[in-house]
């Protein structure tokens, strides 16, 4: 073996003790209660992963994206990464990326909140930005050419760079912090598909340990997502960029696996907006539009529990936390400028969290 090859691989197990001892010294998320008419007999539960030191839960997807391609040696002294990302995924891989010493790129469209830029170059990272979503795949492969970097390509290896049987992944996580609740295994986890790595993720686990939970995916308006899963593949699916930064893509992207899905919800981005800004008011956290997508579909789920009598527990997530987007989700005229009028749908879940029942906006 030559001295080169030592040495790379004497970096490599720095890099990854690094990472690994990051990971060690991190205390687990919390799962908070939502509070809801007891006489509903359902219980909800947030997981709140804009706790993890890079603020989302693309840090989770950040560390096994660096672990796979250190392992994989893709990823040696001096790598450039760069990744295609619309947000929160670069800003945690610029905490990495620092964290053993590597320069790293983000690529993302010109629309990325200001917030999440700042964040990024506070890690050292830099911001390549674009006009169009369809652009970030092609121009972060050309940036890796021709830095001789390293593209992260989180689209494609999110579902096999993270270990779906256990290993403290997400879904195991989520079931041993239930193990005292009065409904342990959830009737619902609800998430979200960016990348589509989580929701592979919790899908196979839950099908591993044979758990009866129900995995059910929310996906913006005009994405690419749930056409494909209404139509088992018969035609491509393709959509629009989202509006929702994180979720929701123009393609299918390789990560998505729609087999491992019991249900999908459509869900349109006021209504992602207007979720989200009620979670505010009814338990004081401040959070994404992503968990506001999330939790309009979790009240329909909630609301055809209620209607069915049929009692248990239902869990999500809390993506990230409100103050990336105050100059955005969070700014009456930025809403205005995108056409996003949350007050019906603000409207709806009031009436709901009344009554109990779900009635949809005209």
Not at 73 to 90: H, Q, R
Not at 134 to 156: C, I, K, L, N, P
Not at 302 to 310: L, P, S
Request: charged content about 20%; glycine content about 8%.
């Amino acid at each position: 073996m030559s001295n080169s090859c030592i040495q790379d691989r004497a970096w490599a197990h720095e890099a990854i003790r690094k990472i690994e001892a990051e990971n060690n010294r991190s205390a687990d998320t919390h799962l908070y209660a939502v509070p809801l008419p007891e006489h509903w007999g359902v219980d909800l539960y947030l997981k709140d992963e804009s706790t993890h030191r890079s603020g989302s839960l693309k840090h989770r997807l950040a560390r096994s994206l660096f672990l796979y391609g250190l392992v994989n040696g893709w990823i040696t002294e001096g790598t450039t990464i760069v990744e295609a990302s619309s947000g929160s995924t670069a800003v945690s891989e610029a905490y990495f990326a620092r964290l053993i010493g590597l320069p790293f790129i983000a690529v993302m469209t010109k629309t990325t909140s200001p917030e999440k830029i700042a964040l990024i170059e506070e890690f050292g990272g830099a911001c390549l930005l674009v006009d169009h979503a369809s652009e970030v795949y092609a121009v972060a492969e050309q940036t890796a050419r021709t830095s001789g970097g390293y593209y992260m390509d989180q689209f494609t290896f999110a579902e096999r760079a993270t270990d779906w049987r256990g290993n403290n992944n997400i879904a195991e996580s989520i079931f041993e912090q239930l193990a005292l609740e009065r409904h342990p295994v959830p009737e619902w986890i609800v998430v979200g598909a960016g990348t589509g790595g989580t929701s592979a993720t919790i899908g196979r686990y839950l099908r591993y340990n044979r758990h009866s939970t129900k995995l059910a995916v929310v996906d913006p308006e005009n994405s690419a997502f749930f056409p494909a899963w209404r139509d088992a593949g018969e035609s491509p699916a393709t959509g629009l960029p989202s509006r929702i930064e994180g979720i929701g893509r123009p393609r299918v992207e390789p990560s998505f696996v729609p087999a491992v899905i019991d249900h999908m919800i459509q869900v349109p981005d006021a209504a992602s907006v207007a979720a989200m800004r009620h979670l505010k008011k009814l338990t004081g956290l401040l959070a994404g539009p992503s968990t506001g997508t999330n939790l309009w579909g979790v009240w329909q789920l909630v609301a055809r529990m209620v209607a069915d009598g049929r009692q248990g527990s239902i869990v999500s997530l809390m993506c990230d936390a409100g103050d990336r987007y105050t100059r955005s989700y969070y700014d009456a005229r930025w809403l205005a400028t995108q056409g996003l009028d949350p007050a019906p749908y603000e409207a709806v879940l009031g009436s709901f969290h009344e009554t109990g029942n779900w009635n949809s906006p005209a």
